[in-house]
């Protein structure tokens, strides 16, 4: 019997995550340029931060801190007013762009959010990896602002992936390298993960996510509950938490979205001839690129 062509209905599950990192940090520093070589944050209208840039981020100083408290840490940090107008615009560009991509589109607070691309019809021609640098070029041209990107198995791992990369770059994590980045992902870091639900796991010594994904269903169960079963289940690897349908826009990518025209072009061309992997990843793994009827 002849070997049948992959179609859509055997492609693998396909999670994007797409985060706009500190937001409101990203915009002042695109708009002000003075800012970037000294630590900053936004919250000037206000009593708290609002966003930090990796520089503040760097001494401590974090978004939800008070103003005073970050000014006892660093007494010549700046403080900037918060472009509220401009994050709502930005965060509008970047789901705009998502919904363009698939009408499977989950958002999660102004500047993250997840888009299912399995079987979507601009993946039938192109790689997950391809479309999803395509997705990260197009936000970034829309909004002048870095964007991190993981595609994965479903939201969960998409979310590591994406918080093991740098902005502008894929990270993607199949099923054959879990155990690697569940190894170097701590508990406190997998998305869900509750500071008390993290402080019982260290209790037992569970200190990674390989060890929480190593552990059995029923042990799960008896220390997190139902929620971390989920949670559990997805390390493994299953897609438990399900993508929503989207009201707004269903449209592929048109073709202008193509353009390659501006500033941006030339460093936009060497970001999608090579991959992006975190600097502890072994590259003589033999990773192969994605391709749409991959075991992923």
């Not at 992959?6 to 002000?32: F, G, K, M, Q, W």
Request: with cysteine; glycine share 8%.
């Amino acid at each position: 019997m002849q070997n049948q062509k992959p179609t859509s209905e055997n492609l693998p599950r396909a999670i994007v995550h797409v985060c706009i990192e500190d937001l409101y940090a990203s915009i002042a520093s695109r708009d002000r340029l003075e800012l970037c070589n000294r630590p900053f944050v936004t919250g000037g209208e206000g009593s708290l931060v609002t966003s930090s840039n990796h520089l503040a981020y760097s001494l401590g100083i974090q978004k939800g801190m008070t103003l005073i408290d970050a000014l006892e840490i660093y007494p010549s940090l700046e403080i900037v007013p918060t472009d509220f107008e401009a994050g709502a615009a930005s965060s509008e560009a970047m789901f705009d762009a998502m919904r363009q991509l698939s009408h499977r589109v989950e958002t999660s607070g102004l500047h993250r959010g997840f888009v299912d691309i399995t079987r979507s019809g601009v993946c039938a021609s192109a790689t997950y990896e391809a479309v999803v640098r395509e997705l990260g070029d197009v936000i970034k041209r829309r909004t002048g602002l870095p964007v991190l990107l993981g595609l994965s198995l479903n939201r969960t791992l998409a979310a590591i992936a994406g918080q093991a990369g740098s902005s502008g770059g894929v990270i993607v994590l199949p099923r054959r390298f879990l155990s690697l980045f569940l190894t170097r992902t701590p508990v406190a870091d997998i998305p869900g993960m509750t500071t008390n639900q993290a402080a019982q796991l260290r209790h037992f010594h569970i200190i990674t996510a390989s060890d929480l994904a190593s552990q059995s269903e029923s042990w799960v169960k008896q220390l997190l509950g139902s929620v971390g079963v989920d949670l559990w289940r997805e390390l493994q690897g299953e897609y438990v938490y399900q993508i929503g349908l989207s009201t707004i826009g269903n449209d592929a990518f048109q073709p202008h979205i193509h353009d390659r025209s501006g500033p941006d072009a030339p460093r936009s061309k060497a970001r999608r001839e090579k991959m992006v992997f975190p600097a502890w990843l072994d590259l003589n793994l033999a990773f192969s690129r994605l391709t749409t009827g991959m075991n992923f």
